[in-house]
C-alpha cells in the first residue's frame, strides 16, 4: 500500500512563491499515474498538475506557466512549485497517485490513492 503525505503549504501574498512536496511511502516498482488536485470549500476538487507512468506531464489551464510538477524518483517525492501565486489559488492540495491506467487525467475518480492535503492561502 502506498502511502502520501504533502507539505510545503502555508500562507504568502500575491505574487509569491511555494513548493509544495508529497513524500510516498511503501512504494512498489508499480509504475503510477500521479497528480496534485486542489480544492476549495463549496466546490469540486480540482485536477491541475498530472505526470503520467510515462514521465508526460500536463497542466491545466488555470496554473499553466505558472505551476511546475516534477518528481525526485530516487527519494521518491513529487514536487509542485508554484510561482506568482493568486488569490484563487487559495486551496487545500491534494497529492494523489493510481496504479491503473488514467484515461482523464484531470478526474479525481482516476485516482485511488490521496493525501490528506496541505492548505496554501494567499493574500492580496
Known amino acids: 500500500q502506498v502511502y502520501l503525505k504533502e507539505s510545503g503549504g502555508g500562507s504568502v501574498q500575491s505574487g509569491e512563491s511555494l513548493r509544495l512536496s508529497c513524500v510516498a511511502s511503501?512504494?512498489?516498482?508499480?509504475?503510477?499515474?500521479w497528480g496534485w488536485f486542489r480544492q476549495v470549500p463549496g466546490k469540486e476538487r480540482e485536477g491541475i498538475a498530472i505526470?503520467?507512468?510515462?514521465?508526460?506531464?500536463t497542466l491545466a489551464d488555470s496554473v499553466k506557466d505558472r505551476f511546475t510538477i516534477s518528481a525526485d524518483n530516487t527519494q521518491k517525492i513529487l514536487y509542485l512549485q508554484m510561482n506568482s501565486l493568486k488569490p484563487e489559488d487559495t486551496a487545500m492540495y491534494y497529492c494523489?497517485?493510481?496504479?491503473?491506467?488514467?484515461?482523464?487525467?484531470?478526474?479525481?475518480?482516476?485516482?485511488?490513492?490521496w493525501g490528506q492535503g496541505t492548505r496554501v492561502t494567499v493574500s492580496a
Open positions: 511503501g512504494y512498489t516498482y508499480v509504475s503510477y499515474s
Open positions: 494523489a497517485a493510481s496504479e491503473y491506467i488514467v484515461v482523464k487525467k484531470f478526474r479525481e475518480e482516476e485516482y485511488n490513492i
Open positions: 505526470l503520467d507512468r510515462d514521465g508526460r506531464t
